[in-house]
T-cell receptor, first 113, second 115 residues
Framework: DAKTTQPTSMDCAEGRAANLPCNHS???????VYWYRQIHSQGPQYIIH???NNETNEMASLIITEDRKSSTLILPHATLRDTAVYYC??????????????FGTGTKLQVIP | DTGVSQNPRHKITKRGQNVTFRCDPI?????LYWYRQTLGQGPEFLTY????????KSRLLSDRFSAERPKGSFSTLEIQRTEQGDSAMYLC?????????????FGNGTRLTVT
C-alpha cells in the first residue's frame, strides 16, 4: 500500500485557515486518501476522505491534486481546539480493511492565539 | 452512536503480570482492529477481526499477546508476562466492512505502564 509523507509540525494563527499538506506519490488508482486527527490523550478521530474529487464536510475540506500524488487538508478557521496531530493515510476501497495502512508520525498542528 | 468504548483507560502493572483490555465497538460494525501506539508515533496495526474471526495478525503481535472477539461483539486483548517494552497506548477501532470506504472509529485507548 502507498505510504504518505507529512511535515513534522506546523503553526497556524487562531481564526486563520490551516493548510496541511500530504504527499502520497505512490498512490494507486483504487486508493482513497483519509485524514484523521488525534488530540492529546484521545484516540484518532476521522475527519474526511476522498478519491480524486475535492471533498468538504462540516469539519474540513480536502483538496486532491489532479495527478493524486498529493493532497491538502484545509481547516477554514482554526481554533485552539484544532491543536492536534493530523494523520494522512491511504487505503484501498473494496473489501480490504485497514490492516496494511501506515499512519506514520503525522503533522503536529499548533494553533496559536 | 455511542462510539467505541475501551476499558480500563489506564493500567499500571508489574513486569511479569498478565493484563487484559476490553473493547466495545460501535454495535453495527463488523470489523474490529487493535493498534499499539508509543510516544511520538502513529498507531501500529496489531490484529483485526471480521465478526468473530481473527483474520490477520501483525508481526508485532508476539506469542504473549492474544485477542478474542467471541460472538463478534466486544473484544479482549490479553498480554501475558508483561515486559517494560509493552508500555504503550492500546487502541481499538471499528468499521463497517461492507467493501466500501467506511472510516475507522477509534476508542480513547488503554494506556499500559509496565513497571
Amino acid at each position: 500500500d502507498a505510504k504518505t509523507t507529512q511535515p513534522t509540525s506546523m503553526d497556524c494563527a487562531e481564526g486563520r485557515a490551516a493548510n496541511l499538506p500530504c504527499n502520497h506519490s505512490t498512490i494507486s488508482g483504487n486508493e482513497y486518501v483519509y485524514w484523521y486527527r488525534q488530540i492529546h490523550s484521545q484516540g484518532p478521530q476521522y475527519i474526511i476522505h476522498g478519491l480524486k474529487n475535492n471533498e468538504t464536510n462540516e469539519m474540513a475540506s480536502l483538496i486532491i491534486t489532479e495527478d493524486r500524488k498529493s493532497s491538502t487538508l484545509i481547516l477554514p478557521h482554526a481554533t485552539l481546539r484544532d491543536t492536534a496531530v493530523y494523520y494522512c493515510i491511504v487505503r484501498p476501497s473494496g473489501s480490504g480493511g485497514y490492516q496494511k495502512v501506515t499512519f506514520g508520525t503525522g503533522t503536529k498542528l499548533q494553533v496559536i492565539p | 452512536d455511542t462510539g467505541v468504548s475501551q476499558n480500563p483507560r489506564h493500567k499500571i502493572t508489574k513486569r511479569g503480570q498478565n493484563v487484559t483490555f476490553r473493547c466495545d465497538p460501535i454495535s453495527e460494525h463488523n470489523r474490529l482492529y487493535w493498534y499499539r501506539q508509543t510516544l511520538g508515533q502513529g498507531p501500529e496495526f496489531l490484529t483485526y477481526f471480521q465478526n468473530e474471526a481473527q483474520l490477520e495478525k501483525s508481526r508485532l503481535l508476539s506469542d504473549r499477546f492474544s485477542a478474542e472477539r467471541p460472538k463478534g461483539s466486544f473484544s479482549t486483548l490479553e498480554i501475558q508476562r508483561t515486559e517494560q517494552g509493552d508500555s504503550a497506548m492500546y487502541l481499538c477501532a471499528s468499521s463497517l466492512g461492507t467493501g466500501g470506504t467506511s472510516p475507522l472509529h477509534f476508542g480513547n485507548g488503554t494506556r499500559l505502564t509496565v513497571t
